[in-house]
């Protein structure tokens, strides 16, 4: 029963992966296509992943075949979007990278400034005062 359940997740899991559509139509061929394996496994109880490949296909073969049916400008508004959260997603790793680089910038430059033009080589001496008496005479 495990090993049923496990095939028929891993098989829907790489159908989904495979599936170039908005999440709401996965759902609908997702789950179209699990009351199949439901009732295949009904029938066959100890069908592995192989069994389930070979019966339905393999998970790109159903998605070659659903890009094959679906319009042109169903599949280009659907590229079209995933295009713009990639580049999205991208333009906030940009941004929070320029973010970082500028807070490790200004703490730099904030630790130079507070030096005071002083820079420590070395061991640290710790210097007496001495005072100096002016003769006059």
């Not at 179209?32 to 393999?58: T, V």
């Not at 094959?68 to 995933?82: A, F, H, I, K, Q």
């Not at 991208?90 to 430059?109: D, H, M, N, Q, S």
């Amino acid at each position: 029963m495990e090993n049923r359940s496990r095939a028929k997740r891993r098989y829907l899991r790489e159908i989904r992966g495979w599936l170039p559509c908005s999440g709401k139509w996965k759902r609908g061929i997702l789950e179209k296509i699990e009351q199949s394996i439901a009732q295949f496994l009904s029938e066959n109880p100890e069908a592995s992943y192989e069994a389930l490949a070979e019966r339905f296909g393999s998970p790109r073969q159903i998605a070659a075949t659903y890009v094959d049916e679906m319009g042109t400008d169903e599949l280009l508004r659907d590229l079209r979007v995933r295009r713009r959260i990639v580049g999205m997603i991208a333009a906030t790793a940009v941004a929070v990278v320029c973010l970082w680089a500028g807070l490790v910038t200004a703490t730099y430059l904030d630790h130079v400034n507070g030096m005071n033009g002083y820079v420590v080589v070395g061991e640290v001496a710790e210097i007496d005062r001495v005072e100096v008496e002016q003769g006059g005479n």
